[in-house]
């Protein structure tokens, strides 16, 4: 899911550049519809944290914020390799971080 919302992004700014976008972008059905892929992405965490797969540390609405805002780089990235990098590192932010040995 991730990687698609990350790939929209760059291909809208390949297509249209990033200053019509952000135009395009600035509405309140827009804002309405960040804000439920916020909550999707948030429900997501949830999940995945009570699975044991995703980091439980941090509040859920915040890592959904960061993934939001760390694949909004998309735009900016050169090649489609580039941004599923992006994604894989933004994922690696979402996981439960090793434990650490206590010897």
């Known amino acids: 899911m991730l990687e698609a919302y990350a790939l929209m992004q760059h291909s809208v700014a390949a297509a249209h550049g990033t200053e019509l976008t952000a135009l395009l972008h600035g509405g309140a059905h827009v804002q309405h519809a960040h804000d439920q892929l916020r909550d999707f992405i948030q429900d997501l965490v949830i999940e995945g944290a009570a699975a044991g797969e995703l ?4 509040a859920p609405d915040e890592l959904a914020t960061f993934c939001l805002h760390a694949l909004s780089a998309a735009a900016a990235l050169p090649s489609v390799a580039a941004v599923r990098r992006l994604v894989t590192v933004t994922l ?8 650490r040995s206590t010897s």
């Open 55 to 58: 980091r439980d540390d941090v």
């Open 92 to 99: 690696a932010g979402l996981r439960t971080p090793p434990r």
